[in-house]
């Protein structure tokens, strides 16, 4: 099968930074452009971020744009908390040799599939700030897709930032809300945080063995990840720390690991006692489907994605190999 022609738009944390590995290194996604959004982190971080996570698979030759510095009406909240203040673990990583490109994120959104019209994917690992403000500019960009994979949302309503919300909605919902009004669901998927705690938890024989493997990309992927194995602890309480944006792209890199999923009408909450809550509607009268959510997706699958890519030795070199941080 030919590598799947991509566009991944990302606010660069440490679970970003390892589905972006998956997407440059794993041999099944074609990246042309990389865009980012505040987040997780500042955007300016987020972009360092990208570029260094994207050196680390040995593909400086990918293009990243910098986006939407806020929310489309909010103030910045970042999860600095939980990923560290450099998104990265705080592990010292050095800068990337590479610089970002100077043109914005949302033209890069809607430049590339007007030049390749249904040929990209466009995978989301952040709030949908980039995307919304794209949306905006042309309302049938999502027709130019090939299709449309986000990682957004909890659909049984357990949120990671609130009761019932999930960060990367919580974020920015307005930009959520307008992601939705345009969606359908034969060209838009969301893989929501639900899926992630059910499907995509390290356990520590997963930390463990990422460790062991010893090559760039699995000890990069093992300690960029070790304030949010803390917060998992100490918040979620999972068995270990869960890989939200990694299971969303390899469910857009390989369909064929969803084992569930369903077509709803999805509504988001922008009221400030449920920010960010997903609204679904499964009533027989219920406005018809906008969306595809994946609710469950094989563990072992997903899990074999993660290890045969990290496992590689190439590239030879990596940001961490000068990084004083010791492992986990």
Not at 132 to 139: E, G, H, K, M, V
Not at 191 to 219: F, H
Not at 223 to 238: E, H, S
């Amino acid at each position: 099968m030919p590598a799947l022609p991509l566009i991944i738009d990302t606010d660069t944390g440490s679970d970003d930074a390892v589905a972006l590995l998956l997407a440059a290194a794993s041999g099944l996604g074609d990246i042309r452009a990389v865009t980012t959004v505040a987040g997780n982190v500042p955007v300016e971080t987020g972009t360092r971020n990208a570029l260094i996570s994207l050196e680390t698979a040995g593909r400086t030759d990918i293009p990243v744009h910098p986006g939407c510095a806020r929310p489309m009406t909010r103030t910045l909240s970042s999860a600095q908390h939980v990923h560290g203040e450099d998104g990265m673990g705080d592990i010292g990583l050095p800068d990337p040799a590479t610089a970002c490109q100077h043109t914005h994120a949302v033209e890069t959104l809607l430049s590339y599939p007007r030049r390749h019209p249904g040929e990209l994917t466009l995978v989301t690992l952040a709030p949908l700030t980039n995307i919304a403000a794209a949306l905006l500019r042309d309302p049938e960009l999502f027709t130019r897709y090939r299709h449309v994979y986000c990682m957004a949302g909890a659909a049984d309503l357990r949120g990671n930032i609130s009761p019932t919300a999930e960060f990367n909605v919580w974020a920015d919902p307005e930009a959520a809300r307008i992601v939705t009004q345009a969606a359908t669901p034969e060209k838009v998927t969301w893989i929501g945080w639900d899926v992630s705690r059910k499907d995509a938890v390290m356990t520590p024989s997963d930390q463990q063995r990422l460790e062991r493997l010893g090559t760039p990309m699995a000890t990069f992927a093992h300690r960029i990840n070790r304030t949010v194995a803390d917060w998992a602890r100490d918040v979620t309480g999972l068995a270990g720390y869960d890989l939200p944006d990694p299971v969303a792209m390899a469910v857009a890199l390989k369909p064929g690991l969803i084992t569930e999923q369903e077509e709803v009408h999805v509504d988001i909450s922008v009221t400030d006692d449920t920010r960010g809550q997903m609204i679904i509607d499964r009533r027989l009268s219920a406005p018809a489907p906008n969306i595809t959510l994946v609710r469950r997706v094989d563990e072992t699958g997903f899990k074999k994605l993660l290890f045969d890519t990290v496992t590689t030795s190439l590239p030879v070199g990596s940001p961490l190999t000068d990084a004083t941080a010791p492992a986990l």
